[in-house]
């Protein structure tokens, strides 16, 4: 069992910056491949980016070059640096986790979300 807290989200202008964390509980995070979801109104839940147990990342093609996923497994965390934001952007966001597989989809432990949101 995994369990993830977010946090990070707020409210920020177009062209600013956020990094949002996500802390894991448990002895093997490491083993654990992590994503990154966000959801806006009225819109289905996207993968945003993710990051394997190895280090292999993948990023939404309108994320590319604006965010990044990195993990740190000395902290069970994991982080997306967001910036050049836009307000396509604003949306809550979700860590989630999966041990083996794609971390394309799949991830069965969610956390809670945290809201971010980008003002024009």
């Known amino acids: 069992q995994v369990q993830l807290v977010e946090s990070g989200g707020g409210l920020v202008q177009t062209g600013g910056s956020l990094r949002l964390s996500c802390a894991a509980s448990g002895r093997t995070f490491s083993s654990y491949a992590m994503g990154w979801y966000r959801q806006a109104p009225g819109k289905e839940r996207e993968l945003v980016a993710a990051?394997?147990?190895?280090?292999?990342?993948y990023y939404e093609h309108s994320v590319k070059g604006r965010f990044t996923i990195s993990r740190d497994n000395a902290k069970n965390t994991v982080y997306l640096q967001m910036n050049s934001l836009k307000p396509e952007d604003t949306a809550v966001y979700y860590c989630?986790?999966?041990?083996?597989?794609?971390?394309?989809?799949?991830?069965?432990?969610w956390g809670q979300g945290t809201q971010v949101t980008v003002s024009s």
């Open positions: 989630a986790a999966k041990l083996g597989g794609s971390y394309f989809s799949g991830y069965n432990y």
């Open positions: 990051i394997s147990s190895g280090g292999s990342t």
